[in-house]
């Protein structure tokens, strides 16, 4: 079996890179989310204050195909991507380490269930749960308590955008197989989950900042899982050596296989 990339000191450099840019981007997001009205000014062209109602909330659309429908097709997918990861844990799938392959399987597993963690402790509301868009409660900074007499909210981060978001550990967990299939997943997750985080945010279930926070999450506890379990991270290093023939004692070139036909024979084996 080759050597772990990840033991390599210079494959560091990339988790290290990565982790900068979680930490940039956690700054980022808190002073936008924090200390500017984006989230309630975009909540606000969504709002239609004649109605007193988000007035795409019930959408067939949105509500039937992008929330329930897309929530369903992702836990089927996620079951059959749990096989895949069962098989990478046994050796059998050479684009998939066993290190890797656990990595997927948690990620896919801890990141929603992360978020719904997360979305107890912070107690943020919904725009459509705030009086300024015909609910009842006040807008909260982040992690504040709830008013008495008030019941808690519980929609930061956005948990639907999670179930999409949670593909993105497979950024990280194929790149072992190379650029095109990272980059694969990577896109995969960003897409789902910014398509079913922006289906929530118009019909006023979240805000931006619950989605883009859902999609820090997912990415920082991807890479910290890879960290924490030494996955292969060397880019498309493993892949091609495990599908290298063996190597019999004592030559330095791979077996050839048995031809199917031999001459002087009628038959073929």
Not at 182 to 208: E, K, N, T
Request: charged share 15%; proline share 7%; hydrophobic share 50%.
């Amino acid at each position: 079996m080759p050597q772990l990339a990840s033991h390599r000191p210079a494959s560091w450099r990339w988790p290290a890179a990565q982790a900068l840019l979680l930490l940039i981007g956690a700054a980022v997001l808190f002073l936008v989310s924090e200390h500017t009205r984006l989230d309630l000014e975009i909540a606000r062209r969504l709002y239609d204050p004649e109605l007193g109602r988000f007035p795409l909330r019930h959408q067939w659309l949105l509500d039937t195909v992008l929330y329930h429908g897309m929530k369903q097709a992702s836990s089927v997918a996620v079951a059959g991507a749990l096989y895949f990861c069962y098989l990478g844990w046994k050796g059998e799938l050479a684009w998939l380490p066993r290190r890797n392959a656990v990595l997927a399987a948690l990620g896919m597993l801890l990141i929603p269930l992360g978020t719904t963690l997360l979305k107890g402790l912070t107690h943020r509301y919904c725009p459509w749960d705030l009086a300024d868009f015909g609910g009842f409660a006040p807008y909260l900074p982040l992690f504040a308590a709830a008013p008495e007499g008030i019941k808690a909210g519980e929609c930061f981060p956005a948990g639907h955008a999670s179930a999409g978001y949670l593909w993105i550990v497979w950024g990280i967990a194929l790149r072992p197989a190379g650029a095109r299939l990272a980059r694969l997943g990577l896109l995969a997750g960003l897409g789902l989950g910014s398509l079913m985080g922006l289906a929530r945010m118009i019909q006023g279930a979240h805000f931006l900042s619950h989605t883009l926070w859902s999609l820090w999450f997912a990415w920082a506890l991807s890479l910290g899982l890879a960290i924490l379990l030494k996955a292969e991270l060397g880019l498309g290093r493993l892949a091609p050596q495990r599908l290298q023939p063996p190597t019999p004692a004592g030559t330095g070139r791979p077996t050839c296989r048995q031809p199917l036909f031999r001459p002087g024979s009628d038959s073929v084996n």
